[in-house]
Nanobody, 116 residues
Framework: QVQLVESGGGLVQAGGSLRVSCAASGSTFNINTMGWYRQAPGKQRELVATINSRGSTDYVDSVKGRFTISRVNANYTVDLQMNSLKPEDTAVYYC??????????WGQGTQVTVSS
């Protein structure tokens, strides 16, 4: 089992920045990929960014150039630095991890609200 605990998030004006962080505990040696998803009201959960154990990253097109994902393998933390935030980035952001045999774990989520 892997436990994921998010921190950060909050309320910011459009154009501002926020950072969300996630710390994994438990069977962390099983983790390959970590990342962030988000879910806005009335919408499906969508992938925001992922980073694997080798540091390869992937981003949804809508956040490329604005968000940066980073990871510290030694303590299994993953951060998402969000710059130039837009109201459409408002969502609950969920930390995510995938094991080497494709088992997924999720955090409880942290709210990010961007006011216009």
């Amino acid at each position: 089992q892997v436990q994921l605990v998010e921190s950060g998030g909050g309320l910011v004006q459009a154009g501002g920045s926020l950072r969300v962080s996630c710390a994994a505990s438990g069977s962390t040696f099983n983790i390959n990929t970590m990342g962030w998803y988000r879910q806005a009201p009335g919408k499906q959960r969508e992938l925001v960014a992922t980073i694997n154990s080798r540091g390869s990253t992937d981003y949804v097109d809508s956040v490329k150039g604005r968000f940066t994902i980073s990871r510290v393998n030694a303590n299994y933390t993953v951060d998402l630095q969000m710059n130039s935030l837009k109201p459409e980035d408002t969502a609950v952001y969920y930390c995510y991890s995938r094991s080497w045999w494709n088992r997924d774990y999720w955090g409880q989520g942290t709210q990010v609200t961007v006011s216009s």
